[in-house]
């Protein structure tokens, strides 16, 4: 807010009052994820929902297959994470990525994809979805993305730890490293 | 032709501004090459906008109610958490009833889901931020009145005065050239796009670090810093999350032009 204020205050106008006048009611209920029910489509073409790995805990967000330098980073973080949780439970833990890239991540794509980064996909699901569904997806993990003119998306970086119910336990905006908070939402009871 | 213009000058609207279209529920929008204050990538300046419908007047608690009587999912006691926070349709008199008094108002308290999914409903969708903006960027006599002084301040003027006392009945507000009405001084609107303004609070700033949290270009930066109205509007979206709901955020749908005949 202080730095959104400062736009504001740079800006010289009284606007800042009428958007301190908006009362946000940013209560939130408990809401599982799989109160959602999109179609996606697995690497290998399987229809599944986001509800793939119910009773298991997930880590779930979202990439496209073509990104040259992030991408790859998210999935070098979510492969970090793995390696710091203990055996049994990194057997227990499920990785969901679900493309932002319509058009081009379709399932053979994806498989592709799986192959060259030597994606175990027992565990790890890519998904493709429709682009209202990425759409929505993208809404309810708090990911802000854009496709750009050249097809390349602009997408910001956020894991989301589901619990076994799909309740989003924490959400984190880290990369390159596995992020505490995570660990201790996926090292939980 | 005397009593008209006494009326437009007791009431300021002119309603028979130039370029106003026939009142319908929707009317069609030619868009074409637009320069928002979001460029679409920090290569292009202007955004292409093809041809799109919006509708006239903002969703009114009366429409939204027999919305939510034929899709009881979106009752606020039967609606997912995941959809809609608490605030969902509270000033509401009862699940399925505005209540007295405001039936003709645009519905306020609403999600971006529960706004998508009306639109969708209706074979419909939200507008895309630059549809909004380029609808939004007409005054009544002009289609781009953006560097008139003048439309600029009136706008000010409306905003500094919004959110405050009883919303005006959806609709009664005067049509701008393109026969849109209620797209300032109302409410704040959902866009389709909402989760796509990527405006980090410091996206203006060199060197910034938020732009490690973005794949691609990184966060766009915005243009037309003067254009206070419409920073306005993309903070207060990039603000909220898709299930919030607040007193001033109401919405309208859009669609894709039909096809040429």
Known sequence: MNRRATLFNRAGLPVLLALMSLPLTATERSASLYQMHEKLLDQD?????????????????????????????????LRAIEKKVDGPQRQDLRVLLVSLDSERDTPAALRQL???????????????ADANAVRRIAAALSIQYKKLPDGQFSHSTIISALDADGKIVVQSAELGHADPEVLKAISAK | MIRACILMALTLLPFSAPGARAVGLEVPIAGGKFESVLPPSPKEKAADVPPFRLDVALVSNADFARFVRKHPDWR???????????GYLRQWSSPTEPGSGIEKQPVTQVSWFAASAYCEARGARLPRWHEWELAAAASTRVPDARNDPEWRQQ?????????????????????NYFGVRDLHGVVWEWVEDAGSMLVSDDSREQGDPNRNRFCGSGAIDLEQKENYAMLMRIAMLSSMKASYSSNSMGFRCASDAKAPR
């Open chain 1, 114 to 128: 799986a192959d060259s980064r030597r994606i175990e996909t027992t565990r790890w699901t890519l998904a493709h």
């Open chain 2, 155 to 175: 706008i000010l003027d409306w905003y500094a005065t919004s959110a405050r006392g009883v919303l005006p009945a959806a609709g009664a507000s005067p049509a």
């Open chain 1, 45 to 77: 073409g399987r229809a599944i929902d986001l509800d793939v790995y119910r009773g298991k805990k997930v880590l779930v967000t979202m990439f496209y297959g073509s990104c040259p330098a992030t991408c790859p980073l998210i999935i070098d973080t």
């Open chain 2, 76 to 86: 606020r006691d039967q609606v997912a958490g995941l959809f809609a926070d608490e």
